[in-house]
Structure formats: C-alpha cells, structure tokens
C-alpha cells in the first residue's frame, strides 16, 4: 500500500541517542515515507502520468509565463528543509530552489505539507511543479513520479572499532568477521551483500552500534547521520576510510511523468551546479558533509 | 551490412588459451554480432522506431497492465545469462531481471534466441520489451534501438611484466616502448590514442600477449577478461595498476527509440540501484570482477 | 538581455599575458556570450522550441535521409575550433564532428560564423542541426536549447606558491588565508563558496596572479587556461595538486529543444565515447590537459 520500499527509520532510537543528533536525523522517516492515497490517485489517472506528451506543452514553459515556481515540501527537517525562527522557509533545498527560480527568472512559492503523501498528491494535482523534499528515487516511486538525477547524497558508512579496526570493505568480507546492521533495513540486506563471506547479525539499532564498540562485532553499517553522533559519544570507535560511503541513495527532485522538457531542464540544471562545484559547496556548508556524486 | 562497428572476438582463439577460460569468454562475440536482418527491418520502419511520441503510450503502461515483462536474450555464455543444470535461465542479467521485474510488480518472461539479429527483431517486433544481452551501446546500435545507461561494464586492462613492468599509461607512453594488441581490433586503435608516443604493435592475440611474457614487448592492452586466464598461466606478468580499467564498454538495456517513459523508468532503475551498491556487489558477486563506474 | 550568466573572460588581460597564451584562451568569450537577437527569436517562438514533439519526427532520421550533419560553429579558436593552413575546419571538435558524422554514414558541413548569437541563431532556424561551439550548459541557456552531455571539460584549479603551498582546499580554508579571484567573476564567487573561512579578495585578473607570485596572497582561482601561461613565465608558482580542477564547466553540443531521440542519440555517443577512452584520449592529445569527468 506504500511506495516506501525499505523500511523507515527508526525515529524513536534517534531520541534514546541524545541530543547530538540533529533534528535532520528525522528527515530520512518523511523523505521515505509516501501514502497509499497518492499511489491510488496515480493509478486510477487516465493518462499513466504522462501528461504533456499529447500536446508537446511543458510545465517549463507554464512556469515562465506564471511568473511562479510551485514547490511542495515538509518544512520539518533542519537543515535540509525547516522553518526559521520568522517562520520563513530555510535549508539546504530552499536555497537551492531559490536559485533555481532566480535563473527562471520567477518567484518561489513554497507549499508546506506535513508528509510525502501530501507532497505527491499535490505534484500529481498540479497544485505544485515539483516535489523537493528530499525524496530517494526508488523503483516504486518512479512508476508515479519521474526523478531528477540526485541534489542530495544520503550515504551509508562503516563503524569499526579505532584500534585495530578494518580498513576496507575486502578486510571485513572474510570468514568469522561479524557485521552488525539495523535488522530488517536496507543496510543489512546491503550487508549482507557486501560482505558475503562475514557473520552479518541483525540486531536493534543501538544494539548494532554498541556491538562495536564493546568489541562484539568488527563493524557495523550505518547511515552516517546516525553513525556520526555514536561516535562523538564513544571514543573508542570510528568511520572506516575517513566515511568513505560504501552505498549511497540520494535525494531528487520529482516532477509529473512524461514532460521531457522540464524533466531536462531541471537535470541539466543540477549537472551544471554539481560539475561546477556550487551543489557540492553548498552541501558542504549546509549539511556538514563532504558531497559523494552520483553515478 | 552489420551493426556490430568493431571486430568479434577471436573465439578460437580463447580455445588456445586453454580450459581456464571461462564460457563468459565468448560472450563478446555475441553481444556484437548484429544481423543485416534487423536492420534492414528499421530502416523500412514508418516511423523511424519511434512508434510512442504520437499517442503518449509507453510500454511501462503495457508491461504492468500485462503482468510479464518480456525479456529477449541468449541463453548461452555464463555467468552473464545461460541455462543452469535444469534448464532454467541464470546468471547475472537474470538476476537483475527478477530485481526489476519484481519491481514493477510482474512476472519474468525471458526469450531466448541465439544471437543478437534475433534479439533486436524481437525488440522491433515488440515480441520482447527489452533486450538485456549485454549488448555494447554502439552509435550504430543506437540508430536501431534506445539504450538505457550501462547494467555491466567491459573493461580493457594493460599487461605488464611483474619484474620492472611500468605502473601507468603515462610510464608506457615513450619513445621506445612497445605496445602491442590484437590486430584491427578496437583495443588496438585504442593503443594508438593512449600511447602516441610509443610504438604500437598489431598481432593476433596469442602473440600479443606472449611478447609481454617473452620481454619483446613492455605491455599489452586487452580485455579483462582475456587478460586474467593468461596470467594464471604466466607468472612473470601482470595486470598494470591492479587490473585498473584504463577503457570501459558497458553493456546496456536495449529498447524501442522513442518510448521516454519507460528508458528513463529503466535509467533510473539502473541509477538507483548503482548508486546504492546493489549492482556493483552482485557483479563482484557473480562476475567476480570490481564495478567500474560509467560517465 | 543576454544568456551570458557570467562574465566575459577578460580577453585583454590574455594579450598581457603575452604570446605563450594560445589564441584558445579566447574561447571562453566567445562561447559565453549570446546575443540578445537568439534569445528574442527564441522568446516569440509559437512551441517555445519544442519543434518535434507534437509529430513526434526528429532531426535524427532527417539528417539520414539528407545525407548531411549540419554543424554551426566559429572557427577563431585554436586547438578546439578553427581553420587549417589550408582554410579548411580543423580542431578537437572538428574531429569528434567527423566521427560522429561517420557513425551517422553521412557528411560532415560546417557553417562557420563568428559568435555564439549567431550559432544559436542557426539551431533554432534549422539551417544548423546543431551547435559545437564550447557551449557551456548554462540555466539561462538551457532555455533556448537543448544540451547534450559535456563533450569538453573547462575546468578551474587553484595556484599556490612553490615553497609552502597549500596541498588542498581544506588547508586554504583557514582563518587568515588570502585567496584572490578575478573580480565579479564565477571563480570569485566559487572561491567565496570554497573557502568561507578564509578572505576571498577580488582584483583584476593580473592583480589576482601576480598576488601570489610575490607573496601578497595564499593562493589564486583560475580557469586552467589563464593559469598555465603564467606558471610558465613564474617558476615560484605552481598548481596545487597537481592541477586537479576543484570545479568544472562542460563544453556541450546544443540542438533545438524537444527532440527527445536527436538528444539520446547524442548523449549516448558521448557516453560511449568517453567511457571507452576515445574522447579523453582525443582531449589529452589535442587540449593537451587530462579529461575530466561530468556528473
């Protein structure tokens, strides 16, 4: 019934990790997830989505003569998208879509919705031009949205214990290694996967984390929002290769299907500012990471 | 008369190389080998095979509302796609196959034709939805078919001596170095562009790698996958730079030209699942090889 | 008025710089700046550019049948784009020009004019199939065309002194440091993205260079090209780095907007063509500076 294809994360074990994690650390849960209500409005379309091919007209250049660039987001999540102390839209996405509405050359009107069922169901209506809001482009929600190519790299990364420690993914994948990983999560089917000949244990998150740092396990794999406030509080663990992401899933922009037209706009704008070091940059600045490119 | 623009591979010559090569080795032969069939086929096609940009429709719609994803391919060269020991199709590609066609929620039909002229009239045709052979994204192959981003990477690797063997393009592109490659093939023009400065020695492929065994010749540039047996059997050569891809062709997803809904549902199918390290560990997995990534 | 979204490059300062500068440092100009005349025939077209989707015909299957690509172009500047002793279209473009025009089986017709207004101006008349002028893909330009993949890097590194330079962004980004960039220019405000900690100070383009040769400043960014001729003529400075570019434009090839199978096919040529070391190896020859890869 949902498009979320992986589970969401675990909003209460961010509490129990203490006020070092960020509030950012709760984006991953509404980024993910998508409601069923969108998906149904989707299916029952007349047209699969694919509402410009027909006349040949695009959104971009409806935008242009509107004046307006409609974006539908969840003003929840410091710093990626989040309401500053005057109540106005701030984060990394605002001011990436401010820039995009400054070369349009229109206004940007941001359109506040709790989740992403609210998010998609006003792309899908029209009411908004794209959805900004951090969303994965995963398979089943690229059946009701086409996805830009990635704004925002959301990274997985080893713990491993500092002394001692594994220096690379082939150091872990050999016999008798234990990994631990969230149970039931992409990251442990990503385990597994990544190290097929180690000991990959599923376990509750803080279980998983603390299993290396009291050195019942080599390593853990871990979302490196999570990964970072573990290891500010337990000295006696690090990021393998400086937080070198192993797999890595990124947040696109999500437009209505079959307008080729925006669709290549809005990508060509984001290849433009990521070659050209500004997306990068300012991902850095915002988010405190360095930026991972997408393939 | 062909659409296969380099020469097929010297697959007698992998005979000669002994049993340590595996079937997959000729697999590149039938992945270029494309019949004047098909093309005559497109070339008196109405519509230039763009045959969805008129009505909106994309065979996305079709395949869901079906329930099968259709599937064209050559049973025939494991790892990549073969039949297992009870006849059922295996390997690499049909693994991704399950993947996707579990994605969008539908059977898994494959159709299995011996060589590629079959697999593109079945595309044409539209007996098949897609053609996953690892077919080479060729610009003449692109006149035929649209092809998505590349699902599996052929790369070409340099051969050196262990002992005082060079360390990189740059260290081989010198007056006075001999490179060789298998005559009139694509890695040989590929020697002259990498290595202007040095001499560039055509030679059927035997020859070309056993000058580098025999001191006549610093290197050789060749496929990786004809590289690895040959060192298995001569211990005083080796891989340049660990085996470092200094050329990739990727094998690729091909479709019917013009269908945009469903090459960018399958690019961003293949992105996601890149990025998030899903594919790269299964071709590690079952091809034994490190992902090499595509522009 | 102008799809110019940053400066001209400063073609006075390359005379300064005297004879060691090639007449190539003058592309950037050109292939920046865009007359008001393109954007206003663009700004009253009846289908905003989108010239093929409602039949769904493309350039792709017109450029077969006529037997001849049509590329716009300005032959001024060496090595990328201009004429032989012969008068005849000579350059790195030319060459990839004539490859794709080989793989296309048709012939090769350049129309030469001497700016970006009027290259654009022939795209969107038809008269040209397409635009390979060093076209970097710019919002605003990307309003009038449609581009492709970056075909040619334009890539931004930073000069330091020999003695006790910086090795890297992180150690520029100091309290104290002094970074200089050519005034009101991309790489001032790039410089001011890089390194927020340290001071960002504008000065004209000899200013911000010589600032670093006598020790005034930690440290200059600047296009490759401008950079090169000076280190040439100052042996107390040098690339950090080796000279890895910390931002990059592409050169891209423009066509009208809305030929989804004219672009796939072109954007797939590039794909192939890079990844398989054929357009790095022709840069590396040619521009002499190693490829860079696009997002």
Known sequence: MSVADKPEKPERLLKSLGSSVSRRSLLGGAALALGGAALAACSTSTNGGNVNAATGDSLLKT???????????????????????????????????????????????????????????????????????????????????????????????????????????????QAGKKITALQASTAFFRAQLLFPKATVIPLAQDEALLDVATGKADACLIEIYLATPFIAQHSNVKLMNNGQAVATEFGCWGINAGDYLFWLYLNNWIAYNTDNAQIPGMYKKTIGLDWVQPS
């Open 63 to 173: 935008i242009q003569s509107r004046g307006t660039l409609n974006v539908t987001t969840s003003l929840l999540y410091p710093p990626e998208f989040y309401k500053d102390t005057n109540g106005k839209p701030a984060g990394y996405d605002i001011d990436l879509l401010n820039m995009l509405a400054s070369d349009l050359k229109v206004k940007l009107n941001i359109i506040d919705v709790p989740d992403n069922a609210g998010n998609i169901a006003n792309v899908q209506s029209g009411k908004a031009d794209l959805v900004s809001a951090g969303l994965v482009n995963t398979p089943a929600r690229s059946l009701v949205l086409n996805f830009t190519r990635g704004y925002v790299p959301y990274t997985q990364v080893v713990i491993v214990p500092v002394s001692g420690g594994a220096n690379s993914v082939n150091d872990l994948n």
